[in-house]
């Protein structure tokens, strides 16, 4: 099946720093979506995305639908150490069951 | 707590044996998903119900059977037929198929053969 491409795959960073990353897709979505997965667990829904140029926040993270609707992104403020985990990223067309998602950015906080 | 709930957290396998992995939802929710999840991968989709006594393979369905007896229980069956079924397993649920709903998803159960 299909997949996005994600960048970085991994990335260590100190801890107050701000982590940049994103998604590209060959399609078109119209919704993006982001999660976070600790190890062992399910991920986690972070910020919904339903439309072109959108830019959402949730606390220290920020998500932007990209204008191409082929992209996203996804901002952390301030890095602490519980956002050690894995980012990923889905993106859906209009009117479809499916989600397809990213392979993850492994986010690693140094203290 | 509404939520999703898997069960269990860690199951092994042996050769030859069928093992079902269990999924339940209390958030009323109509469409419910099983995904398989290998290191590096993203989330790849086994199968999938819309209603009850209704679902349809996903990416990889070759050696899984689901049901869908009751809209609050999705079990899937990791038959003997799949050949390489150590993954976490991820069972994820949304209000309805088509409108883009997002998906929310229970903590997984990780097989593994013995």
């Known amino acids: 099946g299909q997949q996005l491409n994600q960048s970085p795959q991994s990335m260590f960073i100190q801890e107050g720093e701000d982590v940049s990353m994103n998604c590209t897709s060959s399609?078109?979505?119209?919704?993006w979506l982001w999660y976070k997965q600790d190890p062992g667990e399910g991920p986690v829904l972070l910020i919904a995305l339903y439309k072109a140029g959108e830019l959402t926040s949730n606390g220290r993270l920020t998500a932007q639908f990209g204008i191409t609707r082929k992209d996203s992104f996804l901002n952390i403020s301030a890095s602490i150490p519980s956002d050690v985990g894995i980012y990923f990223c889905?993106?859906?067309?209009?009117?479809?069951?499916?989600?397809?998602f990213g392979t993850g950015t492994r986010l690693k906080v140094l203290a | 707590d509404g939520g999703i709930t898997q069960s269990p957290k860690y199951l092994f396998r042996k050769e030859g044996q069928n093992v079902t992995l269990s999924c339940e939802q209390n958030l009323n929710h109509d469409a419910m998903y099983w995904y398989r999840q290998d290191p590096g991968q993203g989330l790849r989709l086994i199968y999938y119900s819309q209603i009850v006594n209704d679902f349809q393979k996903g990416d990889i369905a070759e050696g899984y059977s689901v049901s869908r007896e009751k809209k609050e229980s999705f079990p899937l069956t990791v038959t003997s037929a799949q050949k390489n079924p150590t993954a976490f397993y991820l069972c994820?649920?949304?209000?309805?198929?088509?409108?883009?709903?997002?998906?929310?998803f229970g903590d997984g159960t990780r097989l593994s053969i013995l």
């Open positions: 889905a993106g859906s067309t209009s009117g479809t069951y499916k989600y397809i």
């Open positions: 399609s078109i979505f119209n919704t």
């Open positions: 994820a649920s949304s209000m309805a198929i088509g409108t883009n709903q997002p998906q929310h």
